[in-house]
């Protein structure tokens, strides 16, 4: 029998607007075969007087539930092939399951593909899957063997990066290795706008790449024409290509990590050879920015997710408004800002206000030029409104 949930009068109102997520304060009582339900088991919800509301995902914690259909339907290989297809179809309709320029896209966004807790990227003809929650990690061979019949031999090898992102309290011994093929070498060349990028799947952050920065790295470039720009938090380097490929009179790439420096210095090479004009400093980004005058008319503010949740909200918003009073309070006159918040708990109003004050500590007239966010291969679930996490700001500053 699949377990069943049954919820608190009044508690079934967000399924009725189609919301993926059942908190844990919102479940009346379980019915199941033994003392509690496994996790990552499928499980049907049902509303106070036992109407059938949805199937998904048990997780123990906040969110206990994470819907996979509205309908009672088998989640069986059928299933699982046709809502990777879906994913596909969405990709295709954005001209970049077979663009020529770019060969590295995001295939399954989460709750954006109706498919909560699961990121699937792809590398050329390499497809990265993360999973983020444990009815997905256990899930993920039957994922793989999807994403196979849709893609053919387009596919030559499936990457199973969660070991960093399941739950750790879960007891799984998640441990990082292909589902599918193998790739023998650790660095692979992507192309993203027909600019290079070197991509470690295995031991780079995230999937290996920041693929949601893609429109914001294209708009760099337009603005970057004989300006010195700095760009922090760089990690791959992504930003910097951009901005030498645009006419940069120079660049400037920093990140605390000196891995990251180094790839950064790597794909700056890839493009342009070694005479770029191009520099990178293995530093604190927050502390570089104390003090380096008006040397920099371009400053680029990638920072990771300073808030992973709620609890640290109030911390992380501090964070935003020093790092960019900073930027702002030392920018060249007429100086272009980019700055972005990754972090899902931190709305597209509240970053703004934080902008707003940081702009207002720093003595400085600003101008909103762009209001950012992810790419469209990053979709929004309209039901979900929590999935636009990236918020971003470009700004003219006097």
């Not at 377990?3 to 199941?32: D, M, N, Y």
């Not at 596919?155 to 309290?169: E, L």
């Not at 760099?220 to 300006?227: I, L, T, W």
Request: proline share 3%; net charge neutral; charged share 25%.
């Amino acid at each position: 029998m699949i377990p069943q949930i049954f919820l608190r009068r009044g508690k079934e109102e967000s399924l009725a607007r189609c919301h993926p997520w059942i908190f844990s304060g919102a479940i009346e009582r379980i019915v199941c075969d033994g003392e509690s339900i496994p996790e990552g088991e499928i499980v049907d919800v049902f509303g106070k007087k036992g109407d059938f509301l949805a199937r998904g995902h048990y997780q123990i914690g906040s969110i206990a539930v994470r819907v996979l259909s509205f309908e009672r339907e088998e989640i069986d290989a059928a299933w699982w092939r046709e809502k990777i297809a879906s994913a596909y179809d969405v990709r295709r309709t954005l001209h970049l399951t077979d663009s020529e320029q770019t060969t590295c896209y995001r295939l399954v966004h989460g709750e954006g593909d109706s498919l909560p807790g699961l990121v699937v990227d792809i590398y050329g003809s390499v497809a990265v899957v993360q999973c983020h929650s444990v009815g997905m990690y256990r899930s993920r061979q039957q994922i793989a063997d999807a994403i196979c019949e849709v893609f053919g031999e387009r596919i030559t090898a499936i990457y199973d990066k969660s070991a960093q992102t399941v739950p750790y309290k879960a007891n799984l011994n998640p441990v990082d290795g292909y589902l599918y093929g193998s790739v023998a070498e650790k660095d692979n060349v992507v192309l993203e706008n027909g600019h290079k990028f070197l991509v470690n799947w295995e031991e780079g952050q995230k999937t290996g790449f920041f693929i949601d920065q893609r429109f914001n790295r294209e708009l760099v470039g337009k603005y970057a024409a004989g300006r010195t720009v700095l760009n922090t938090f760089c990690y791959t380097g992504g930003f910097s290509v951009y901005a030498l490929a645009g006419g940069a009179k120079e660049v400037c790439s920093i990140d605390a990590s000196e891995r990251a420096v180094r790839l950064a210095d790597a794909n700056v090479a890839l493009n342009f050879g070694d005479g770029a004009a191009h520099s990178s400093i293995a530093c604190d980004a927050v502390e570089y920015l104390k003090d380096i005058g008006d040397k920099y008319d371009m400053i680029i503010l990638d920072p990771p997710a300073f808030a992973k949740h709620h609890k640290v909200l109030g911390n992380a918003l501090q964070g935003y408004k020093r790092l960019n009073a900073r930027a702002m309070s030392q920018i060249r006159k007429g100086g272009i800002l980019f700055t972005f918040s990754c972090s899902q708990a931190v709305s597209k109003e509240l970053f703004r206000t934080t902008v707003f004050t940081a702009a207002a500590i720093a003595g400085r007239k600003v101008r909103i030029l762009h209001q950012l966010t992810q790419p469209t291969d990053h979709p929004i679930n309209i039901y979900h409104p929590e999935g636009e996490y990236l918020k971003g700001l470009v700004l003219y500053v006097e």
